[in-house]
């Protein structure tokens, strides 16, 4: 059986790896490539690279780091942020990531989904999806709405119309981060993972929320999902990465050690 | 030296700098050469379309050489793609594949599991093969594919994994071997299994 996933997430600026607080202040925390090394040797499944560089500033997208993570890294790792045309996920690629991720770009132009996919391969194509929820009177949740350029610009759309629409095109996985949930460290949007689970037949890996480890076996046992993205539970050294499979582990999750 | 067959597949690099950070010798091959060359041993790695790597390898003569070299009892490694173009057809294009293992890559039906057949799952080594040496017991590798190696015969089938249901995830007959993971994506397990079948 497939294994349920630990994905660190690691912010990179500037070609150095950072941690944010309140999504601002960046701290250097190291080396993408020593970071995503010492993450590897530690049992991570897979590595996501988040490059602000590109997706705050519009730089050109700033391969050397992605070739050094490619040369000290043997598993698997996506890069997001910035990527707006499909020759920037051949330049991603051909640097050695093994996924690209793309948010805003494909709300902008939904095509560019399908002709990456054409070209590359769904299972290289991932789908970033900043999501808030939308509440009624009673403050309950009526649907999702998606959010563009890191949670600023909310768009109309909802979210399940879009990620089918988006899995139709060629998105081969999903990364959703609930943005009231991001950096609270209270849990994920385990209602909006089910949902999403039970709509579309690619991957979902949940981001946003992970504070403690009941976060994460209630992700995975209760929203179905498929892969966990954990960044600051690791990276003030809360908890490791094999700490969290071994808990998971005795939750009777099934996780490769 | 290790030849690996270049067609433009999209895991070349990472197969390459694996095999050199492993410190063997590696020569990309583009186009047949001559045998004087000393290539030992081939990898044919391989992310895409069956249908479209064919057409590169017939059209480059690499499948012609390929063969030849086969022939002559140079071993073989298919990773992935790779893999899957060992055997004589795929369903992916409906292409004949190289015809060096007897049997068929169909698809994965979606009502079974979801598909791609993305993420670590355990391999189980049924024969005891080499390829295996030093690595525990159904250990973990990291997969990517639509697709699935059917060989015609039981005993071509040297690696199980269970997506719904169990498929052959290592193949080989002889000199020839293909593994459906990819080994240089699947940590210190992937990398001692290509360090297995290089030296």
Known sequence: ?257 | MIGIIDYGAGNLHSVLKAIDRLGFETRLITKPIDHEESITKLILPGVGNAKVAMDVLNNSGLSHYIKEQVAEGTPILGVCLGMQLLLETSEEGNTEGLGLIKGSVPEFKENIEKVPHMGWNQVKDVQNHFLFHDIPENSDFYFVHSFYAKPKEERDILGVTNYGFDFASVIGNEQVMGVQFHPEKSGKFGIQLLDNYCK
Not at chain 1, 64 to 74: G, H, L, N, P, S
Not at chain 1, 77 to 103: E, H, Q
Not at chain 1, 148 to 167: C, L, P, R
Not at chain 1, 178 to 184: E, L, R, T, V
């Open chain 1, 1 to 257: 059986m497939l294994r349920k996933r630990i994905v660190p997430a690691i912010d990179v600026l500037n070609d150095q790896a950072v941690k944010y607080v309140q999504f601002r202040n960046p701290t250097i925390i190291g080396d993408p490539a020593e970071l995503g090394k010492k993450y590897t040797e530690d049992g991570a499944d897979e590595l996501i690279y988040l490059d602000t560089t590109a997706s705050l500033k519009n730089q050109d997208l700033k391969i050397d780091w992605i070739r050094k993570v490619a040369e000290q890294v043997y598993i698997p790792f996506s890069v997001i942020g910035g990527v707006r045309t499909v020759d920037d996920f051949k330049r991603l690629l051909r640097a050695g990531a093994d996924k690209v991720g793309v948010n805003s770009a494909a709300v902008q132009r939904p095509e560019l989904l399908k002709e990456a996919a054409d070209i590359y391969g769904k299972q290289c194509v991932v789908l970033g999806l900043d999501a808030m929820p939308i509440y009624n009177e009673e403050n309950e949740i009526l649907r999702w709405e998606v959010y563009t350029h890191s949670g600023h610009e909310k768009t109309g759309m909802d979210v399940i119309e879009w990620v089918q629409q988006a899995t139709d095109l060629g998105a081969g996985e999903i990364i959703c981060t609930s943005i009231h949930k991001d950096g609270m460290k209270n849990g994920y949007d385990v209602e909006l993972i089910k949902l999403l689970s039970e709509k579309v037949n690619v991957p979902i890996i949940a981001s946003g929320g992970a504070g403690k480890l009941e976060h994460i076996e209630e992700v995975f046992k209760d929203g179905n999902a498929d892969a966990a993205l954990v960044a600051s539970m690791i990276h003030y050294g809360d908890y490791t990465i094999s700490e969290i499979k071994s808990f998971l582990h005795e939750k009777n999750i099934n996780v490769r050690f």
